[in-house]
């Protein structure tokens, strides 16, 4: 069998004859060698010399590169196109090059759905890895479900959506919420403050926290939510002092995370809350101490998540050293190989299908797997989402986490929790969104909504 660019083997020798061939062989031989080579001719004629280069594969990378979150946002798109990179170095796609399209999402939700609209509606862009914040992604979808687009959305998130044009490559909360508040409830923990940034995710997610202890007997003694990135945070940690809670459950993103933890903890007065953390992955918290020098305040508290750097599977390894070795010492988190992981399980729904059109790909996606760090990924043939393992880590001093927890096998993702009906999530996403005049936070100097007072309140 021949390669495609291979030398075909050279023919046998003819065997040897005592006479040689006659003269009628040598006319017939004459003749023939005219007509092939005249062939030869006409077939080099209607051929094209080099045939011509396929067209690039152009994706979108939708991250932000400036803003408030852009020092969490940078290195997923790092990733990203560590992970395309890695793709071309193969070949590429379908005989493509991938080529990645960069676009800065600003951290503001509305600049990223105009940044969707603006790589989708050319057609050149068919597909998005993209979206950090829950504002971000839930302003993204619907401009990409009505440009009949695919994203792949690589963050945690608070879960109460789907969307049959987004494969989600983070985990669902109980793929990481619910075991990490069972794991606290199993070793003894009965009362809980939850404190959290006042837009969608914490708002969710913690409303499922709720739901959750209320269903175990235990007791939420307070909860809270500060403006989004605001550094006034004495009134809250008083009262999670005054409250004494056996753990302290914090959905705070951002820059609100340093002076929080730096009240709670500055002083050596009082019992030492453990915390755990819904948001902050391992660089997040990196970034939190180089900022507000509040490293030291974290050392002991807990994480959920589903993916440490210390994790040993040699997919890891090898994934953890080429990161360190393009891009420095940053430590590596669960959204950023998830990001990674994303890139790589499209790649691989793009050769099954041998197409690379989204209704291609989400058909081959399903029920796909393959080696990634941390372990094999596995995508959910219903709802396009991972399975995922849980895993409870603690912080050191210098930062990074250590596992103190894994579950025994991996979890179905489920995007709506069970503790309340999918028609009492979509009323309190409705009452949240309409609450903060169409938006997915609660917008600068807006007054604080009340709590629901009762599960799904309108």
Not at 254 to 282: H, K, M, Q
Not at 356 to 371: D, F
Request: charged share 25%; net charge positive; proline share 7%.
């Amino acid at each position: 069998m021949w390669g495609k660019c291979a030398e075909p083997d050279p023919p046998s020798p003819p065997s040897p004859t005592a006479l040689g061939p006659s003269r009628r062989e040598r006319g017939m031989f004459a003749l023939m060698t005219v007509a092939v080579l005249g062939y030869v001719l006409l077939v080099s004629a209607m051929t094209p010399a080099e045939p011509r280069q396929r067209p690039p594969l152009r994706v979108g990378v939708l991250h932000s590169q400036t803003g408030r979150l852009a020092h969490l946002e940078k290195p997923l798109a790092d990733a990203t196109l560590m992970a395309i990179d890695e793709i071309n170095a193969r070949g590429g796609l379908l005989g493509r090059e991938v080529v990645p399209v960069q676009v800065d999402g600003a951290s503001r939700g509305r600049t990223f759905a105009q940044a969707t609209r603006k790589l989708l509606s050319g057609g050149a862009v068919r597909t998005i890895f993209g979206g950090y914040a829950s504002a971000a992604r839930r302003s993204m979808i619907p401009v990409v479900e009505r440009y009949d687009g695919l994203l792949f959305y690589p963050a945690v998130y608070e879960g109460g959506e789907t969307s049959h044009r987004v494969v989600y490559t983070g985990a669902t909360p109980n793929q990481y919420i619910t075991p990490a508040i069972q794991w606290f409830l199993d070793n003894g923990a009965r009362s809980f403050h939850l404190v959290g940034s006042d837009y969608i995710y914490p708002r969710v997610s913690l409303a499922l926290v709720r739901s959750q202890l209320a269903s175990c007997g235990a007791r939420v003694v307070g909860e809270d939510y500060l403006e989004p990135d605001t550094e006034k945070v004495s009134a809250v940690v008083r009262r999670i002092r005054g409250a004494e809670p056996d753990v302290i459950v914090s959905a705070l993103a951002g820059a609100t995370n340093g002076p929080f933890f730096t009240a709670l903890r500055g002083d050596a007065d009082g019992r030492r809350i453990p915390t755990l953390n819904l948001v902050s992955d391992e660089w997040e918290l990196r970034s939190a101490e180089a900022q507000r020098k509040a490293g030291a305040y974290v050392a002991g508290d807990f994480v959920a998540a589903n993916y440490f750097e210390s994790l040993p599977d040699a997919a890891n390894r090898r994934f953890v050293r080429e990161y360190k070795r393009r891009y420095g010492a940053r430590r590596v988190s669960d959204t950023i190989a998830a990001a990674y992981a994303g890139v790589h399980l499209w790649a691989h729904a793009v050769r099954s299908a041998q197409d690379a059109a989204p209704e291609a790909v989400l058909r081959a996606v399903r029920g796909a797997s393959l080696a990634a760090p941390g372990g094999t990924v596995y995508a959910d043939r219903q709802n396009r989402h991972l399975w995922k393992r849980a895993r409870v880590g603690r912080i050191r001093l210098d930062g990074r986490v250590e596992p103190v927890w894994s579950s025994e096998a991996v979890i179905r993702p489920a995007p709506y929790s069970p503790y309340r009906s999918k028609q009492e999530w979509d009323a309190l996403v409705r009452y949240l969104y309409h609450g903060w005049g169409a938006r997915w936070e609660r917008p600068p100097g807006g007054r604080l909504l009340p709590q629901e007072s009762r599960p799904g309140a309108p």
